[in-house]
């Protein structure tokens, strides 16, 4: 299997936690130095600049185009939005931490300004004939592709969801109006039954639909002071609280002592926002339809259609069929993908991507020069959970639910504990990272601004 050398991982796996917990304070220091390093990467680049097209402009289309641009690369951008999301931040948006304008930035301010933007949607690829079709009829040809659309949040696929959300006491956190409407219905609950819902199948970090249910019971608890007229249900559609035995223990014990009445495997098929009623489909195929006053709704996604039709799909799924080591296509050797839309099998996190974007970066370069690329993604993604103001489990792990925590130091510092530090990093470190580094292709998650090099 592809690996970094043995000699740098050695060496990396004693530096990583003293650089991570040092890379929020020398990080402004670090990033200039950084940036020295921009052109002797381009000096060694290939003479012959080839074209690499990304599709997408969210976080793992933008740091690896910045990434590529660095390393001598032609980059295209292919993105049809105004803005640009930090999306992690739309769970403090909702529970009311975070104002929503710090998680919107106009899509100019963000782009880098080396790369080609094409402000189009993808309509369809030819990947036999190295092209793809915009929604405008124009034609793109590249030399490399890099697939990274992020997911499709379909409101309309959950019957009545899509007529009622954001108003009546609908709302959800995975829309930046729809987050503000979140919070809105958490201050006006003041009695009654307040459900949280998670489907099944894959979303935008699995953990974030508990997230603004443990940030709502805080407000009602600690703030509004009215915890005990309300009751709060978590009906979720698998078959636990969390995939991942260390967090799941200690969420079941928070459920439980935090009065939360939890439902697994109960599936949202139907919202009827005008008698507030939700309509569950149960384990054994039986429905169950419950009363609320206020519903907050994980809503059901996927890859955008341009990518299920296309021939870069994987069949089950629709994803983007990539290696998941190498994060190259399977059957086009040119074709990269990361992020929500790739195949995978991983939890879909921002964190995630700080990993893949190098992996994938390195490895398309390597194909440039003719040759196969070694770096290797070993699954890694993080799922900070937020507990409370001030709490926040920091969930780590990488491929089968393996644990690979940062800060773990038993019995003196656990990540299966809820811990003050953590919060601070969700709800300071993490947005500023994002905005200052992320987008410019230097942020490497538990690396901090330190880039990973990787044996050819």
Not at 154 to 182: M, N, P
Not at 383 to 402: D, H, M, N, Q, S
Not at 434 to 449: F, K, S
Request: charged share 20%; hydrophobic share 40%; net charge positive.
């Amino acid at each position: 299997a592809p690996a970094q050398s043995g000699a740098h991982r050695n060496r990396m796996f004693n530096l990583t936690r003293l650089r991570a917990t040092a890379g929020a304070l020398g990080m402004a220091a670090g990033y200039g130095a950084g940036q020295l390093s921009a052109p002797l990467a381009e000096a060694k680049a290939d003479k012959e600049r080839k074209n690499v097209v990304v599709v997408g402009g969210g976080a793992a289309g933008l740091s690896v185009a910045s990434m590529l641009l660095r390393k001598g690369c032609d980059v295209v951008v292919v993105e049809p939005a105004e803005f640009h999301y930090y999306q992690p931040g739309w769970t403090l948006v909702g529970g009311g931490v975070m104002p929503a304008e710090q998680t919107r930035r106009p899509m100019s301010k963000v782009m880098p300004s080396k790369a080609t933007w094409i402000k189009d949607s993808v309509k369809s690829f030819d990947p036999d004939a190295n092209s793809l079709t915009l929604a405008s009829g124009k034609t793109v040809g590249y030399d490399y592709l890099v697939v990274a659309a992020g997911l499709s949040v379909d409101f309309a696929r959950i019957k009545g969801l899509a007529e009622a959300v954001g108003h009546d006491g609908v709302s959800s956190i995975y829309d930046y109006s729809h987050a503000q409407a979140t919070w809105r219905d958490v201050q006006a609950m003041k009695e009654g039954v307040a459900i949280f819902t998670q489907p099944s199948s894959g979303v935008k970090c699995g953990g974030a639909p508990q997230k603004i249910m443990w940030l709502a019971e805080d407000y009602w608890k600690n703030i509004a002071k009215v915890r005990d007229a309300v009751r709060i249900e978590f009906h979720t559609g698998i078959a636990s609280m969390f995939g991942v035995e260390k967090y799941r223990n200690t969420l079941d014990k928070m459920r439980e002592a935090r009065h939360v009445d939890a439902f697994f495997k109960h599936e949202l098929i139907e919202v009827d926002g005008k008698r507030k009623q939700a309509t569950f489909k149960t384990a054994d195929g039986t429905t169950v339809v419950a009363k609320y006053d206020m519903l907050h709704v994980t809503p059901l996604m996927g890859p955008p259609a341009f990518i299920s039709s296309s021939k870069l799909a994987e069949k089950a799924s629709g994803y983007v069929e990539v290696d998941k080591e190498t994060l190259q296509h399977v059957r086009y050797p040119n074709v990269f993908s990361c992020g929500d839309c790739s195949s995978l099998p991983t939890s879909k996190t921002a964190a995630a991507i700080t990993v893949q974007a190098p992996v994938l970066v390195h490895n398309l370069l390597c194909a440039v020069e003719g040759g196969k690329g070694k770096a290797a993604y070993d699954g890694y993604t993080s799922c900070p959970i937020v507990t409370r103001r001030g709490g926040l489990i920091l969930a780590e792990f990488k491929y089968g639910g393996a644990l690979a925590e940062t800060f773990n130091f038993p019995p003196f510092f656990d990540q299966g504990k809820e811990w003050m530090p953590f919060y601070y990093m969700k709800t300071i470190l993490f947005p500023w990272a994002y905005w200052n580094a992320m987008p410019q292709g230097r942020w490497y998650g538990t690396r901090t601004i330190f880039e990973p090099s990787f044996k050819k």
